[in-house]
């Protein structure tokens, strides 16, 4: 699900900066330079929207605007849920399936690792890309 919250942005005499979402309590975290406290803030978000749609929460509604201080600044983030969830959801579920005899004794033989195989298999068939892991900074 996407989402859109106004931020306010402080910026720090170090060129860093500090971001909060008034609507979200708790959703504070900052950035080495512009670029990096926007992707933390999408990043802080959707986290915490995670949290509160696994809980079934309330999810509190976006202010439609903020009134801040020089230098301070406001921007309005989007955060998708559901894109955060592909990039770090990796919570393994097992499955029961059924094979052939010959084939699994086959397999095992060959030292196949059967986990592995049929997610490759998986993500062919639904033509899902390997997503690429990120070294984002956690808040």
Not at 41 to 52: G, K, S, T
Request: charged fraction near 25%; include cysteine.
């Amino acid at each position: 699900m996407k989402y859109v919250y106004p931020a306010i942005f402080t910026p720090l005499p170090t060129g860093e900066y500090d971001v909060r979402v008034p609507d979200l309590p708790g959703c504070i975290t900052c950035g080495s330079d512009l670029a990096d406290a926007i992707e933390m803030i999408q990043d802080a978000i959707a986290m915490w929207l995670c949290d509160a749609e696994d809980n079934k929460e309330t999810i509190p509604a976006p202010a439609e605007s903020l009134t801040v201080e020089h230098p301070q600044f406001v921007n309005f983030i989007v955060a998708d849920t559901d894109e955060y969830r592909r990039e770090y959801d990796d919570k393994a579920v097992k499955k029961t399936l059924t094979i052939p005899n010959w084939l699994n004794s086959k397999a095992e033989k060959a030292g196949i690792n059967f986990s592995q195989t049929l997610q490759t298999a998986l993500k062919k068939q639904l033509n899902v890309p390997n997503p690429s892991r990120s070294t984002k900074k956690q808040p």
